[in-house]
Structure formats: C-alpha cells, structure tokens
C-alpha cells in the first residue's frame, strides 16, 4: 500500500476562505485611508474570485475573495506586493519554478532582491526554490526571516511554518511549497478579518 504524507497544521491555525463580501468592505476599507491610495477592482475566475487591488505609486496589493492575491496556478503561488517591475520579475521566476528550472527561478529572485532587498514576495519564493535545490537548511533559514511589515499575521504565519516543515524531513518540496502557500494565504486572510473587525468597532 502506498504510504501518503499528512501535514499538520501547528495549533494557533485555521484555514476560512473569506466571502467576497470581505474584499468588497477591503475597498471600503482602502477609501479611508487617504486619497493618495489608488484602489482597483477586478473580477475573475479561479480560487481567485473577486480581487480587490490596493496600491501607493508603483507598490500594489491583491486582496481576493479567497485570500490576498489572485492565484497564478494549482499551486496556489500568488504575489502580494512590489514595484511593477518586481512583480513581473518575480511572476516569471515563479513560471520557472513551476516548470522545474529551479537555477533560472533562483537567479531571477535573487536579482530582484539585489535591486529590491528584503522584498517579501522575492523572499518567500528564493526560500521555496532553495528547498527544491536541496538546500532545505538554507531555504528554510530564508523563510523564517520573511516579513511583511504591514500583515502580521501573515509574517507569523509563515515563519511559524518553515520552522515546522524544517523539522518534517520526510516532506517532498512540493508538499511544503503547497503548505507554505496555504498557510501564507490564510495568514493574510486573517489580517483582513482583524482589519474589517477593527473597523466595525470604530
């Protein structure tokens, strides 16, 4: 019989996917903040369902139905933020990495986060792809030092979960690439919900 690996998730979790009806109040939300924050809403197909983009000059955020972002494939990779020309850098060295160039995908994060360091989207995913490299030690190491200064929970969330899967040896990559991704997106899912809380209470 063949034997399947089970991931726990570390106690503190949970995995809700919010209803549209959160990205919607995320726009409302956004409107107060200041007329210079652009606001952009769009609807698509997918896990994504109705996003809601949130930006200051070249910087922009994806809030979907689902989570933060607009999935970008089964994997559920999705980026968060950064100058344009970030995103598509690292939209490509996401490609590559799911098409298994794993060289190609490192070259390209690491090149973005020598123009952009500390980047989190860049972060997260030189993190991911160093551990499909083998280099699980150094991937992880990467992953715990992710920050997104604005989302808590989602820093937390998933510096909590690299130092948990580190300690599963037994894991594929891709098993800790797909509980990385879920765990990030609900990290952010819940930072919305504290944010929509915090502003019914005003």
Partial sequence: ????????????????????????????LAGCVGSSLGVGVGVGTGGGGVGVGIGAGSTSVGVGAGGFGVSLNSSGDFLNNGPNEAYLNN?????????????????IFTDTLEKYPDLPDSTYYLGLTLIYLGQREAGFGLLKTYREPLYYRATSAVQRMAAYLEKKPELTAE??????????????????????EMQRGF
């Avoid at 019989?1 to 409302?28: H, V, Y």
């Avoid at 098993?175 to 929509?196: Q, V």
């Fill in 1 to 28: 019989m063949k034997q399947t690996n089970t991931i726990s998730r570390p106690s503190g979790t949970t995995s809700r996917p919010l209803a549209a009806l959160f990205a919607l109040l995320a726009l409302l």
């Fill in 91 to 107: 939209k490509a060295g996401i490609k590559q990495l799911n098409d298994g160039n794993f060289e190609a995908a490192r070259k």
């Fill in 175 to 196: 098993e800790i690439h797909k509980a990385m991704n879920r765990e990030r997106r609900d990290g952010f899912d819940r930072d919305l919900r504290e944010r929509m």
